[in-house]
């Protein structure tokens, strides 16, 4: 028998073309990262010190991968190139050699970037050998990767290794900070393909890819050989005139407008894009999601939050909040002897491991005749009625004490950062909880009790109810009158994206309010807090090239030009601020990141950018803009922005970040020499923020110069320290202890219109003749403006005048307790004032006058008693039921002659339905 075997006939031309001592330095002893021994593997993300533009879009971090291959937005173990156009959305590839390469038993990987100067100048002579428009290149950043011995796969380990087939290349990119180039030399090239891309005995089937690919499925270029039996060929040829030699300029001469992927415009688009990026509080929503890619053997930890929600993080699983139904086929019906219907409540249908509440109220009622039924419906607001008044009667749960008292007045919630907008009353016209109110706030952090705090303002000043008990002039008059005030909430709006606030908080108010106008059972129990307890925090100031100013209000200079301790954490005071300044030249610097972080939370990261723009990490992770500006709670830390950025700490620290400026405030409970570093000691004593980490005191009087190296140095944060993500660089990278600014300057320095710019702040002066810059001083001066206002506000004593407490058989109203405010005394039916029916609070803290009294003046009333079961001592409502009970009616008598059958001999029966309110 002949049998025919296919030929493959292939020129073989393997001399070496590119010596290795005229590749690029490589190697463990040159620094060199070694990839690790298996399979389709590749490296861990290498955040490039410089962002690296590829079609003149920055990309910032790389993955080297074993088959040949460098990507940008992820890493890719695929070993059979695509010969074509890489799919839209598939990925960024940069190809000096794409095939199946097996180091597993020969061969490695190595990899680095790097700004040698040696590197950077032998790169600048091929670039300009290779492009007559790039004779004056000065590059500042080079990635090495090269592939040494490797073979293909695959690689049993059972060849003479002197026999087996292998390739050695290298690939280096260089940038300039503006355009991005590659250079790839090829020492020997000996097989094309691997066993499992149709390959035999290294070639034939797919042969390797050569080239660059965007991903966008337009910008892409291939050598012309690639994928072709030739390519083994490429030691031989050039782009360049220089055999083994390829190098291009990625993007040149090609239209580079990447293309997003639908959806992304809004939304991260780094490493991954998920599209949509935010959903509604119900939930259920389909995410698609760009960018990763995950082998058999690995698993992605997802990070899910709801915008103003507390962060939850799930392990492969996506959860939703939704309402828990239970289905009327689950229960149970029978008319018993004692003529009660029983409905058994079966609690293991429900998630979680939480007792449950169950509220059981009449919704109507079924008359069944011999002949005909009907069902009798309730009303929807008798229904609500009756769940008010469960809610108000309710002893299961407590608000929490220890939600923050309310600023007393509009201008001190302002400036507060622990106080933040509420998004339900923003403005007179959508206050739909707080009609008649011009302006709502809430606590920017649940407390630790898990609540919150609603303040509202008119006029400029607190707008409450008193905590007593109220006349109902008219229903639509108390409306208005009294839903103006804010109220504490049992649970804050961020905790589980808001479902307790909408079950605990804002359904009793329209069970009471909306549908019944039943306004004051909600006040009595949950009394508007009128500001006498409230204490401003106390604010310090970062401000231009940097100035700063205390806790207690010292001012001094201080141009550090590395990392230092702004608050530094101690047993008393877990919270941790650092903060990055860059020096700019040679005499002077600025605020150009900041790392936070508390017992209870991860790190947060904030930087600046050259041009202004912020960014900001949770946990290492860049949450999109979108997000974070719209207000975001992480653990204990809630961030949003109003044109800074601002961050609360439940704590009570709060801190507003800008361009040139950084306003921290510190809340009353630290009081005391709780506060340490370069904001001073909050102790309302000036004379001993200067002191240093080792306890050391410098007089507050002390020069620029002497505060630099005896107390701004001392503060610096050292690297076992540091809080902050590196993001591929180092800690060197950012300290510069040997930094010499400017200590001062004379008179003559100023230009002639000093005065004009700067008036006669002299931050302002001091930066203007340090930087040159009027608008750095402009704002300088501007900042100092808003801090001093902002300290003249939260310094002013407020007056009040004491509170009532409940009136015995009467209520009252008022707006506040400020002066000028009126208060007005009602008592109820069959009772009087005795004394006067209004006071005013004069400017002093004092009443003009003293509380009345109700007293009673007789009446004629007649006694009515309804028995109500479902409240009745014998209800079975409590914190865990087994089963709840509803009277029921007949129109005949009921007789039985069995204890366990019911025998009914009637005509009309009448059963009250019930709804069953289940609350977690």
Request: aromatic share 14%; proline share 7%.
């Amino acid at each position: 028998m002949n049998i025919l075997l296919p030929l493959l006939i292939i020129p073989l031309l393997v001399n070496a073309e590119v010596p290795l001592t005229s590749f690029f330095p490589y190697g463990t002893s040159n620094g060199d990262a070694k990839l690790q021994t298996v399979d389709d593997g590749s490296s861990a993300p290498q955040n490039l010190s410089i962002p690296f533009p590829f079609f003149n879009v920055p990309q910032s971090t790389l993955w080297v991968n074993e088959n040949g291959i460098i990507t940008f937005d992820r890493k890719s173990s695929q070993f059979t190139p695509y010969c074509k156009p890489v799919p839209s959305g598939g990925g960024r590839i940069i190809a000096p050699f794409w095939a199946d390469v097996d180091i597993r038993h020969t061969g490695n990987v190595f990899y680095r970037q790097t700004t040698d100067a040696a590197i950077l100048q032998k790169g600048e002579h091929e670039i300009a050998f290779a492009f007559t428009d790039e004779q004056n290149i000065h590059l500042k950043w080079a990635f090495i990767s090269t592939w040494e011995e490797v073979t293909y796969f695959q690689d049993l380990g059972n060849h003479n290794e002197s026999e087996r087939k292998k390739n050695t290349f290298q690939v280096t990119l260089l940038t300039d900070g503006i355009q991005g180039f590659a250079i790839f030399y090829y020492n020997k090239i000996t097989w094309t393909t691997g066993d499992v891309s149709d390959g035999q005995n290294g070639l034939g089937g797919t042969p390797a890819e050569i080239g660059y690919d965007y991903g966008d499925g337009i910008n892409y270029f291939t050598v012309d050989d690639s994928c072709k039996n030739s390519v083994i060929n490429i030691t031989q040829k050039s782009n360049v005139g220089s055999p083994g030699v390829w190098i291009f300029k990625l993007g040149a001469n090609i239209d580079a407008t990447p293309t997003p992927l639908p959806g992304c415009e809004k939304s991260y688009t780094g490493e991954f894009c998920a599209i949509p990026n935010t959903i509604d509080f119900v939930g259920y929503d389909l995410i698609d999601i760009y960018g990763i890619q995950l082998t058999s053997t690995e698993s992605a930890i997802c990070r899910y939050n709801d915008p103003g929600a507390n962060i939850t993080l799930l392990e492969a699983k996506v959860f939703f909040l939704t309402h828990y139904e239970k289905n009327t086929n689950l229960f149970k019906l029978k008319i018993m002897v004692t003529v009660l219907a029983r409905i058994p409540w079966f609690s293991n249908a429900c998630p979680g491991a939480h007792p449950l509440d169950i509220a059981c109220v009449a919704v109507g009622s079924l008359a069944v005749t011999g002949v005909t039924a009907f069902f009798a419906p309730e009303s929807l607001p008798v229904v609500a009625v009756a769940l008010g008044k469960d809610f108000s009667n309710e002893t299961t749960y407590y608000f929490p004490d220890d939600v923050p008292a309310c600023p007393p007045t509009f201008a001190l919630a302002k400036v507060d950062p622990t106080f933040v907008i509420d998004r339900l009353c923003t403005n007179p016209s959508n206050c739909m909880y707080n009609t008649g109110a011009d302006v709502c706030f809430i606590s920017a952090t649940p407390s630790p009790g898990g609540g919150a705090q609603q303040c509202c303002y008119s006029k400029g000043e607190i707008n409450i109810t008193a905590p007593g008990k109220f006349l109902l002039l008219s229903v639509f008059e108390m409306a208005y009158k009294f839903t103006a005030a804010g109220h504490p909430m049992m649970s804050h709006p961020s905790v589980l994206a808001g479902i307790p606030n909408i079950a605990l908080d804002r359904s009793p108010w329209h069970y009471c309010c909306e549908l019944n106008h039943w306004i004051t059972r909600p006040f009595c129990k949950r009394p508007s807090d009128p500001g006498q307890n409230y204490t401003a925090p106390k604010p310090a100031l970062g401000n231009g090239d940097p100035h700063f100013t205390t806790f207690d209000g010292l001012y001094y200079t201080f141009n550090g030009a590395g990392e230092f301790w702004m608050l530094k954490n101690n047993s008393a005071q877990s919270l941790a601020v650092q903060t990055r300044m860059i020096p700019v030249g040679t005499s002077y610097s600025y605020f150009g990141a900041y790392a936070m972080k508390t017992s209870n939370s991860s790190v947060l990261q904030i930087e600046r950018s050259s041009s202004g723009e912020f960014t900001v990490f949770y946990d290492s992770t860049p949450i999109p803009p979108n997000i974070w500006q719209n207000g975001i709670n992480f653990d204990d830390i809630y961030i949003s922005y109003d044109g800074s950025v601002i961050v609360t700490f439940s704590s009570g620290f709060s801190f507003k970040i800008s361009y040139w400026m950084v306003n921290s405030f510190a809340p009353q409970s630290f009081f005391g020499n709780y506060t340490q570093g370069i904001l001073g000691s909050y102790d309302d004593n000036p004379f001993n923020d200067l002191t240093t980490p080792d306890g050391i005191l410098l007089p507050a009087n002390s020069t620029t110069k002497v505060i630099h190296y005896k107390f701004g140095l001392k503060w610096s944060v050292s690297e076992d320290e540091s809080l902050f993500n590196y993001f591929g660089k180092n800690y060197s990278d950012f300290n510069f202890p040997e930094f010499k600014p400017s200590f001062g300057y004379f008179a003559g320095q100023l230009p002639p219109n000093a005065a004009e710019v700067c008036g006669n702040d002299q931050s302002c002066l001091w930066d203007l003749v340090t930087t040159g810059d009027e608008s750095l001083a402009n704002e300088t001066r501007s900042n100092n403006e808003d801090f001093n206002q902002t300290v003249s506000t939260t310094s002013q004593n407020i007056t009040m005048c004491p509170t009532f407490d409940d009136i015995e058989n009467g209520s009252f109203v008022l707006n506040n307790y400020l002066p000028n405010s009126v208060v007005t005394f009602y008592c109820d039916s069959g009772f009087e004032i005795q004394g006067n029916e209004k006071l005013i609070c004069k400017a002093d803290g004092s009443w003009n006058g003293t509380e009345p009294s109700c007293d009673f003046v007789g009446t004629t009333t007649v006694e009515t008693t309804t028995e109500n079961m479902a409240n009745s001592p014998n209800s079975p409502k409590s914190s865990s039921p087994t089963s709840t009970t509803t009277t029921t009616t007949t129109t005949q008598e009921t007789t039985t002659s069995n204890a366990e059958q019911l025998f009914i001999n009637l005509n009309v029966v009448s059963i009250s339905f019930a709804l069953m309110v289940a609350v977690y």
